[in-house]
């Protein structure tokens, strides 16, 4: 009949994960940020030194990757999102001298 049979495990791993993904901006915490700094740092030193806190601080970029999340966009990509931010941050300071 065309049906697809899948054990109970398979089920509740789905059904975890689907709940995990939307709720994942709810679980991204300062720690969590802090690990991904610590990421960031060893893959590009300069880019994190730059972008924490010169350019914005932990608080500013954790709500930036919630946002992200909410928006279900991956963060797995650190460097492309940090230069994001670094780049765009000194835009909008430009407007307000």
């Not at 610590?38 to 930036?64: N, R």
């Not at 963060?75 to 940090?82: E, H, L, N, T």
């Amino acid at each position: 009949m065309g049906y697809t049979v899948v054990d109970a495990s398979t089920v509740v791993a789905t059904h975890l994960n689907q709940v995990l993904q939307k709720h994942a901006h709810e679980l991204l915490g300062h720690e969590e940020v802090q690990k991904w700094l610590d990421q960031l740092e060893k893959v590009s030193p300069k880019l994190a030194e730059e972008l924490v806190p010169t350019t914005v601080s932990i608080s500013l970029l954790l709500k930036v990757l919630q946002n992200l999340l909410k928006e279900e966009v991956p963060i797995r990509d650190m460097r492309s999102i940090a230069e994001a931010v670094v780049n765009v941050h000194p835009k909008s300071q430009d407007r307000n001298y």
